[in-house]
């Protein structure tokens, strides 16, 4: 029987997973086809139970729903629970459809894709303290990554997460600011970019280190204000196009127990981006 996914959000047009997903089923010979479904909020109740009603093997799930789809699923997933958002849906066994959330793992696979595991030792600046921030950072976590600092405007948010993931220190931008040189690793989640035509980053990189990994979860554009700065300081840049491939990669496992090509992928995505 054909298998059918989907991803739901409100806007979802601009979407480039059900391009991904269809392709990945053409190359591994998947029945199975992925559809966009614009779903306003004030909907997600009906849509979630439609989705359900109509056999759904499973579905990614973007803004603005993450957090409003937790109390529609019939089971979460222990990191989901902990992350309190949820970005893919699976149909079990039983019936029931289980929440998980791949971004901040998808994010992981890209950082190690680029710079291997070597550097899970160093510190590690985690710039902002969003619902991305929060994914990545239990993420880290999660795959050996102990040294994390997270910084925000907010103090309060970057607190919160810390206490959550029961490490991490939290600062300010402008304590982050004066020490940017004792960090290996910046992983920048803020939406910083041009404002009426003028750089607008959370704060000044002056004290950038040469020898640096700067990463943005940012991937249209490929080359983000952050990481344009970061290169130009000599760092190697790393954009959110490996952490959008293999969240969705991570997802396809889950649904169809097998990891898809995600080298090609990247590849040609960043052909279609440039």
């Known amino acids: 029987m054909k298998k059918w996914f989907a991803v739901i959000g409100d806007p979802i047009s601009h979407s480039k997973s059900p391009a991904m997903h269809n392709a990945w089923y053409t190359e591994m010979d998947v029945d199975a086809t992925y559809i966009p479904i614009r779903v306003e909020p004030a909907n997600l109740r009906e849509a979630v139970a439609s989705l359900k009603l109509l ?9 603005p729903h993450k ?87 907010t103090v309060m948010k970057a607190e919160a997460i810390c206490e959550e993931l029961g490490t991490g220190q939290a600062v300010s ?15 920048q989640t803020t939406p ?4 009426n035509g003028t750089l607008n980053l959370p ?45 969705g990669a991570i997802a396809y496992n889950y649904w169809l127990g097998h990891y898809p090509n995600t080298s090609n992928t990247i590849i040609e995505l960043t052909a279609q981006l440039k």
């Not at 056999?55 to 803004?63: C, L, P, R």
């Not at 959330?101 to 680029?114: H, I, Q």
């Open 55 to 63: 056999g759904a093997s499973g579905w990614n799930v973007t803004i």
């Open 67 to 153: 957090e409003a789809i937790i109390p529609l699923l019939d089971e979460l997933d222990e990191q989901a629970a902990k992350m309190g958002a949820v970005n893919t849906v699976v149909k079990m066994a039983d019936g029931k459809y289980k929440g998980y959330n791949t971004d901040g793992a998808g994010f992981v696979r890209s950082l190690e894709d680029a710079v291997g595991t070597v550097h899970r030792d160093k510190p590690i600046l985690l710039i902002g303290a969003g619902g991305a921030a929060r994914g990545i950072a239990f993420a880290l976590l999660a795959g050996g990554y102990r040294n994390i600092t997270i910084a925000n405007r």
């Open 173 to 187: 931008l402008v304590e982050a600011e004066n020490k940017l040189h004792q960090f290996a690793i910046f992983i």
């Open 192 to 195: 910083a970019g041009m404002a």
């Open 203 to 247: 704060f000044s990189l002056e004290k950038f280190p040469q020898d640096a990994i700067a990463a943005d979860i940012v991937y249209n554009p490929l080359m983000t204000p952050f990481l344009q700065a970061a290169e130009e300081k000599g760092a190697t840049i790393i954009n959110g196009l490996g952490m959008f491939v293999h969240q």
